[in-house]
C-alpha cells in the first residue's frame, strides 16, 4: 500500500454542525466524518499516494491513522472506484423547471391565495369547517369507507409530489417509492441527496408535503363552498370529508417523535444527525429498572455530542407528544369512531334483514374485520414464513 493511489467517485462535502457530510449522490451513500478525516480524504481524493498520506497525517495532527481501516471503510461506503469500474456520473434529474414553477413567486401566490379564500369562507360559513359528522357525506357506511380510501391514494401522492418537486429544483436525484407500513402500501419519497446542499436548502423539500396538503384542504373547501348555492351535493360533501383527513394528517406531521416530517425539519435546525434513536436510548437507559425495559448502550454508544446533548430534552418532547396525542385522538378521532359505531350499531339493532342499511352495516363491519384482524394475520403468516426460508445459496 506504500504506493498506491486510490481513484475515487465524484464526492461532496456539506459543512455539519458535528462534522462534515461526505456522500455520493448517485448510489445515495453519505457518511459524517470528522474534520481531520475530511482532510484525509481531500488529499487520497486528489491523488496522494496512501503512504504519504499517512505521514502527512501524522505530522499535520500529531498522531498516527490506521490507513487500511480508514481505507476499509471508504471502500464500504462506495468512494473508491474498484479496479475497471466506471466513474459515476451525475444520474439525471427530471421535472426540475416544474419544480422551479412549482415555488416560483407566481405559484406562491396561488398558494396563499387558496389557503387566504379557504380561511375566509370558513369564517364566513360554518357548515364548511371541518368536523367529524363531515366524513359521512353519503348515507351509506361502505360507500363512505370506499370513497374516502379511493381518495386517500390521490391526496397521499399529491403529498410526496410535492417533496419530490421541491428537492428537484435543485437539481438533486430524488424519487418516490412504495413502502409498506404494518400492512399497508404507502408512496415515500427519499430525500437523501438532500445531505449534499447546506442545510438552509434542506427546509423547503421537508416541508413543502405540508404546503400540499394545506393547498389540497384549502381547494377542497372552495370546492364546497362553489356546491352551497344550491345545497351540498354528494361531490361538495365528499370534499369537505376528504378535506377532514388531509387535516388529520397534517396534524399528524407535528408529531415529531414519529419521525414525521417536522422532526427532521427540527433535526436539521439543531444540527443533529439521529435524535430519535439516541432519545430512545436515553429513555431506555432511564427506564431500565422497570421489568419489559430493555437496558440501552446509551454510555457507550456512538452518539454524536449534539445528539447526546439534546437526547435529555428531545425524551422529554417524546413523553410529552404521547401526551398530546392522546388528547387529539380524543378530540378529532374519537368522536369519528364514535359516530361510525353508533350508525352501525343503530342500523343493526333497528333496522330490519330486508332494509338496505341493515347490509350496508353488515358490509361495513366485515370490512371493518378484514383491515384490522384479517390483513395483520396474513402479513404476520407472511413475515413467518419468510423468515422461515432458508436464504438462497450465493450465486457462483
Request: glycine share 6%; net charge positive; proline share 6%.
Amino acid at each position: 500500500m506504500s504506493t498506491t493511489r486510490l481513484e475515487f467517485h465524484p464526492l461532496t462535502y456539506v459543512q455539519e454542525r458535528d462534522g462534515v457530510t461526505v456522500g455520493r449522490v448517485d448510489a445515495a451513500s453519505f457518511a459524517v466524518l470528522p474534520e481531520d478525516g475530511v482532510a484525509l480524504l481531500r488529499r487520497l481524493a486528489d491523488g496522494m499516494p496512501v503512504a504519504v498520506a499517512e505521514q502527512w497525517y501524522l505530522r499535520t495532527y500529531g498522531e498516527t491513522v490506521d490507513m487500511a481501516d480508514f481505507v476499509d471503510a471508504m471502500r464500504e461506503l462506495g468512494f473508491v472506484r474498484a479496479e475497471g469500474e466506471p466513474l459515476a456520473t451525475p444520474p439525471k434529474v427530471r421535472f426540475r423547471r416544474l419544480g422551479r414553477a412549482a415555488f416560483s413567486p407566481l405559484a406562491w401566490a396561488a398558494y396563499a391565495l387558496v389557503i387566504a379564500a379557504a380561511a375566509v369562507a370558513m369564517v364566513s360559513r360554518p357548515e364548511l369547517r371541518p368536523q367529524a359528522s363531515n366524513v359521512f357525506f353519503v348515507p351509506s357506511l361502505l360507500a363512505v369507507q370506499l370513497g374516502l380510501a379511493l381518495c386517500q391514494s390521490p391526496a397521499i401522492l399529491w403529498h410526496e409530489w410535492y417533496h419530490l418537486l421541491a428537492a428537484r429544483r435543485l437539481g438533486l436525484p430524488t424519487r418516490m417509492r412504495i413502502g409498506r407500513r404494518l400492512y399497508y402500501a404507502v408512496v415515500e419519497t427519499e430525500l437523501d441527496a438532500l445531505l449534499t446542499v447546506p442545510a438552509r436548502q434542506r427546509y423547503l423539500p421537508m416541508l413543502a408535503g405540508l404546503l400540499a396538503d394545506a393547498v389540497l384542504f384549502g381547494a377542497l373547501v372552495l370546492a364546497a363552498a362553489a356546491d352551497l348555492s344550491g345545497g351540498l351535493s354528494w361531490a361538495g360533501r365528499l370534499a369537505l370529508a376528504v378535506a377532514y383527513t388531509v387535516l388529520l394528517r397534517m396534524s399528524w406531521q407535528f408529531y415529531v417523535f414519529l419521525r414525521t416530517d417536522m422532526y427532521y425539519v427540527a433535526t436539521t435546525a439543531l444540527g443533529c444527525t439521529n435524535l430519535d434513536e439516541v432519545s430512545r436510548a436515553y429513555l431506555r437507559d432511564r427506564f431500565s429498572w422497570l421489568p419489559w425495559v430493555r437496558r440501552s448502550d446509551w454510555a457507550k454508544g456512538n452518539w454524536s455530542p449534539r445528539d447526546r446533548q439534546l437526547a435529555p430534552w428531545f425524551a422529554l418532547i417524546t413523553c410529552a407528544g404521547v401526551g398530546v396525542l392522546l388528547v387529539t385522538v380524543a378530540l378529532w378521532t374519537a368522536p369519528l369512531i364514535w359516530e361510525f359505531g353508533t350508525r352501525v350499531v343503530t342500523a343493526l339493532v333497528d333496522g330490519t334483514p330486508t332494509g338496505p342499511g341493515f347490509w350496508d352495516s353488515v358490509a361495513t363491519l366485515l370490512l371493518v374485520a378484514f383491515e384490522i384482524v384479517l390483513l395483520p394475520l396474513l402479513a404476520g403468516r407472511t413475515r413467518r414464513r419468510r423468515a422461515a426460508s432458508p436464504s438462497p445459496a450465493p450465486a457462483g
